[in-house]
């Protein structure tokens, strides 16, 4: 069993999250963002619309194109899933633990690798790899620019402003503007944490930021080329309203300045809990003889601060900002190996057998669930299997006081509570059922309509040649067509209790309601409406 243990121990870290490739499919598709995606992606395989994006038929201009691009890619290679989907976000991680290294090395080419085995053992990062959003594309690509920035600064290579245009290229195109936010520490600082001499000079920092704004030229072009055919108001929406909108007032998850401060030790477990903070002060100095430190610092605090002043705040957004700590981190445990303490691992294994024993004692899900026995059994049984490796895995390394032991250990416990939240958050949520069914009466050539609001739930899941037509007047349109079904969305409240199937959402509710019911209950319509949260 130990030399077992020793020889997996020696895979790569990159190669480690490849454990999750099973556990992708355990999670449901989350609404409403995942879906939403899968959704756009979908119609753009169906309609052969490359360029300008499209949700439920009327064009989208919230995001750039980048990712539905590598979504069809990876479904031209593989079928159209919800897994396969998944597996290019999951490539995308491993490409993130992989470049965390790579930066390491370039500023301490004596550095073992720890900064990737850092950012492996973050159990944030590997909770989101694997789902259909943008963020861990964008880290990918400010992982790449950060590459690009050590090389330069180092070297002065020409080529690393070539591979800082690419990574400027493809990270605007993965979510816009926000990746020259990213990079724009690391650079604008380069002169602070570079130790070369002479040092950096402010000329080569305004090369960078020069290859960095061209970079955004071709999601210029793309914006151009998605909006030139259209009428100057969607225009608007794409340029204006959807960038500078969400950083002088956001429209969308608004909150306050200091929101992120007490997520941030959440975002980093365990390593503040496995931390010796009484020694931390002293490798804190650490910044001042080691650029690797220094460049962790740029790579994370000012682009902290600055998403703490724009106004829309998700936790996901920090994605890229962890990169930042792992290096920083990598840089004291050089400066001290004993910094960490992995046996307090234990106590964050032991509040996860809680959360595991609290979950199978309760007596139902948050809501009612469309598990059978057997299957939420399985899962329960998947999630009791990994916390026995966890603890396994801890005990077999008892004497390594390692980070590389730590985020092998910690990569179990977050596989293990993947079927936890399938079963007691995601599993009420499941709008796969609403699929199903709508799948089945199209077939069956009921008409079918949706409310204006519909944020294209179910297009992808229920594999919809077309999206759904909407229905300005639901009422009117039932009373014509009394044999009909409407898909309705709402942002509160709760679905009426004559659906045909239904799915309470983190924020409303999704339902299939018959014509006849709708005729019957007119008022019931008036929860279809836009939410004014939204």
């Known amino acids: 069993m130990d030399s077992l243990a020793h020889g997996l121990r020696r895979l790569p870290p990159a190669f480690w999250l490849l454990l999750l490739l099973p556990l992708l499919a355990v999670l449901p598709p989350v609404p409403i963002d995942e879906t939403r995606y899968l959704s756009i992606a979908w119609e753009m395989r169906q309609t052969g619309q490359w360029v300008t994006l499209h949700l439920n038929g009327v064009p989208y201009f919230d995001k750039p194109p980048l990712l539905f691009w590598l979504l069809n890619a990876i479904w031209s290679v593989l079928v159209p899933t919800l897994w396969s989907a998944r597996v290019l976000l999951l490539v995308c991680g491993m490409g993130c633990v992989v470049l965390c290294g790579r930066v390491e090395r370039q500023l301490a080419p004596e550095a073992s690798g720890v900064a990737s085995w850092l950012m492996l053992g973050l159990m944030f990062f590997v909770l989101y790899t694997g789902v259909v959003m943008f963020d861990v594309l964008l880290c990918l690509c400010v992982l790449l620019g950060f590459v690009a920035i050590a090389r330069y600064v180092r070297t002065g290579d020409r080529k690393a402003l070539l591979l800082l245009f690419v990574a400027s290229v493809l990270g605007v195109l993965t979510k816009g503007p926000v990746m020259l936010l990213h990079l724009a520490g690391p650079m604008l600082l380069a002169p602070w944490w570079s130790e070369r001499r002479p040092r950096v000079s402010w000329r080569s920092v305004v090369v960078m930021l020069l290859v960095a704004v061209l970079g955004g030229m071709p999601a210029l072009a793309w914006a151009w080329a998605a909006v030139h055919h259209l009428n100057p108001a969607d225009a608007q929406e794409l340029l204006l309203h959807q960038t500078a909108g969400r950083v002088v007032q956001s429209f969308a998850h608004n909150r306050p300045f200091w929101w992120y401060l007490p997520w941030a030790p959440v975002l980093l477990l365990p390593w503040p809990l496995l931390l010796r903070w009484r020694r931390v002060p002293a490798v804190a100095r650490a910044w001042r003889e080691s650029q690797t430190a220094r460049l962790g610092l740029c790579a994370t605090v000012p682009a902290l601060v600055a998403f703490c002043l724009v106004s829309g705040k998700q936790l996901h957004y920090l994605l890229p900002v962890l990169p930042g700590a792992a290096i920083l981190l990598s840089a004291w445990l050089r400066h001290d190996a004993a910094l960490l303490a992995v046996k307090r691992l234990w106590w964050l294994v032991a509040v996860i057998v809680v959360v595991f024993v609290w979950a199978v004692l309760r007596p139902a899900p948050l809501d009612d669930a469309s598990l059978s026995h057997g299957r939420a059994i399985w899962l329960y049984a998947l999630s009791a299997g990994l916390l026995v490796i966890a603890m396994v895995w801890l005990w077999l390394g008892r004497n390594v006081d390692s980070a590389a032991r730590a985020a092998q250990a910690t990569l179990f416990l977050a596989l293990a509570m993947l079927p936890l939240v399938r079963l007691q958050l995601l599993d009420a949520l499941d709008v ?91 008022k019931s319509i008036d929860r279809f409406g836009d939410p004014s949260s939204e």
Do not use: K
Not at 443 to 455: A, F, Y
Not at 457 to 478: G, I, N, Q
Not at 509 to 521: G, T
């Open 432 to 522: 796969r059922p609403l699929a199903a069914l709508e799948h089945e009466l199209r077939t069956q050539g009921v008409p079918m309509v949706r409310t204006t609001n519909e944020p294209g739930l179910l297009t992808f899941l229920a594999r919809m040649p077309a999206p759904l037509p909407v229905a300005d007047d639901p009422v009117a349109w039932c009373v014509e067509h009394p044999n009909g079904v409407v898909l309705a969305y709402s942002g509160r409240g709760r679905p009426p209790e004559e659906a045909l199937t239904s799915a309470r959402l983190a924020n409303g509710w999704v339902a299939l309601v018959s014509a006849r019911a709708v005729i019957n209950r007119p």
